[in-house]
């Protein structure tokens, strides 16, 4: 069964830095492109981040756009999103998932890791 | 405020038809970007409901259904049941933002 679990999510002060992990699991995470999407509490879905399959194309949010890096490691099936500078508003759960072409749907999620910025 | 207009709720009795709007622009739905739909259930990870417009996943019950016109896309849910209640996102491309857009979510729900 193709999985995804995510990794790495706590509580952090403001200004302080995590580094998120998602390990693929029944598919060949070379194939496609990973993304990241986060959700406030309470609130909707955030596109954060792309990598493409070789790592040629990283893309991310404004919001998180210098705070942020995604890589990927294909033959250890993980693709990691090191956040810096972390806000309060950054609190939320961060997915990964699962995207098989360009511009398709992001067809399989993680369960998601939660992210807590606070002093 | 999102790139992708939808409305906080519907609600309809079981059996009835609902459809959940997505507005968008000339820089994303307007510019022939496919739309994905996602169903958010309470507590749980989005799941693909639609995608590329108007295709089901395997899985997926035929009662669910989507459209495209314009910038604006269409999920219709045929047959509401109360196992919908859910959260439901649209998804598409947008040029200007060069990176995936998201609609601020629907909560269905059935009276």
Known sequence: ?????????GLVKPGGSLRLSCVGSGFTLSGYSMIWVRQAPGKGLEWVSSISPSSSYLSYADSVKGRC??????PRKTVDLQLTSLRVEDTGIYYCARRPGELAVFDLWGQGTMVTVSS | QSVLTQPPSVSGAPGQRVTISCTGSSSNIGKGYD?????????????????????RPSGVPDRF??????????????GLQPED?????????DSNVSGSVFGGGTKVTVL
Do not use: M
Request: with cysteine; charged share 15%; proline share 5%.
């Open chain 2, 35 to 55: 739309v994905h739909w996602y169903q958010q259930l309470p507590g749980r990870a989005p799941k693909p409901l639609i995608y590329g417009n108007s295709n």
């Open chain 1, 69 to 74: 890096t995604v890589s990927r490691d294909n």
């Open chain 2, 65 to 78: 259904s989507g459209f495209t016109s314009g910038a604006s896309a269409s999920l219709a849910i045929n």
């Open chain 1, 1 to 9: 069964e193709d999985q995804l679990v995510e990794s790495g999510g």
């Open chain 2, 85 to 93: 209640e859910a959260d439901y996102y649209c998804h598409s491309y």
